[in-house]
């Protein structure tokens, strides 16, 4: 693998080496630490980010790596320089492996094209966010023990929403089953899932629920009445199934799409998640590595 820009790249053996992989480094294996050594990975992130971009920047650190990073606010950008000559100036540097967030999907693509190096997507526009759907499967891998089998209800913003746009390759891939759920302005035109007609019926029959913020610097907005429609509140979390858990990418807005006794209580993997960012990133930064050395 030299990029990683779409998730439709990643065959199920693919998906599931990455996995391993990020386990591995997760329960312990330090078999990795020098994978990076020497080099340097550049972040660039036209668009904000607090997870993303941190966990990268450890990863790669964790890696033995240098890291240069971009972000909009503070760079030249406010004095004119082009996107492209951004990505060229950093790219001039030397960094073996470019991380890319921008909010037009297919930007990461022409980054690799002017740059000719690795890069890796962080999210673009509302097309994909490929480590996200990945450190979401090492985490069902890792608290549930599988995937093949479970059912995942995407709930909310599914339309706009580049996490669900990975998700949506990456968890049939590995044998789950989706159900989308969320006012009807917020479903994808053309999809081949399931859509749910109520919060409450997918509540009952779900291994997991994975909660989408409403986008709303991708124009989406919710109106009155969402979080009682399709909020995750705690009469829900308590009609979930036994073993059944709560998953978001972050960030949360709380009482909008997921009250506060939801993120915060026992079936919460929200920061799971995070936590399992750092692993699955170097587990895809060393991937990487290997194919350039
Ligand atoms: C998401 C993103 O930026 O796509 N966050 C993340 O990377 N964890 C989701 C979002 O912003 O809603």
């Known amino acids: 693998m030299k990029s990683l820009i779409t998730t439709s790249q990643l065959t199920r053996p693919a998906l599931e080496a990455l996995i391993e992989r990020a386990i591995r ?10 994978a990076l050594a020497g080099a340097a990975v550049a972040t660039l992130f036209f668009e904000p980010s607090t997870r993303t971009r941190l966990s990268f920047e450890l990863a790669a650190r964790r890696l033995g790596a240098d890291v240069v990073s971009f972000d909009l ?16 100036t950093l790219a001039a540097m030397g960094p073996q492996i470019l991380v890319v967030r921008h909010s037009t999907g297919g930007f990461p693509d022409q980054v690799e094209e002017w740059t000719g190096r690795a890069v890796v997507n962080g999210g673009d526009g509302s097309r994909e966010h490929p480590t996200q759907a990945l450190l979401d499967a090492v985490t069902l891998v890792r608290s549930l023990g599988r995937i093949d089998g479970l059912t995942m209800a995407i709930v ?18 590995l044998g789950a089953e989706l159900v989308l759920a969320g006012p009807r302005h917020f479903l994808p035109d053309h999809h081949e899932f399931s859509v749910a007609g109520d919060l409450d019926e997918v509540v009952a029959a779900a291994d997991v629920i994975y909660l ?3 986008q709303r610097e991708r124009g989406a907005s919710e109106g ?11 009469r829900r979390a308590a009609a979930m199934r036994p073993h059944a858990v709560i998953m978001h990418p972050g960030p949360i807005n709380r009482g909008v799409e997921i009250s506060d006794e ?20 170097m587990a895809v930064l060393a991937t990487i590595a290997e194919s350039l050395s």
């Open 73 to 88: 606010a503070g760079s030249s950008a406010s004095k004119g320089e082009s996107e492209r000559d951004t990505v060229l």
């Open 25 to 34: 480094v997760a329960e312990g294996g330090d078999q990795d630490a020098v």
């Open 262 to 281: 939801a993120a915060d209580g026992p079936r919460s993997l929200i920061l799971d998640q995070v936590a399992n960012g750092v692993p699955t990133r």
């Open 212 to 214: 989408l913020r409403v």
């Open 156 to 173: 909310g913003d599914v339309a706009h929403s580049r996490v669900a746009g990975s998700l949506m390759r990456v968890m049939p891939t």
């Open 224 to 234: 009155k009445g969402y979080h009682r429609s399709w909020g995750l509140d705690a």
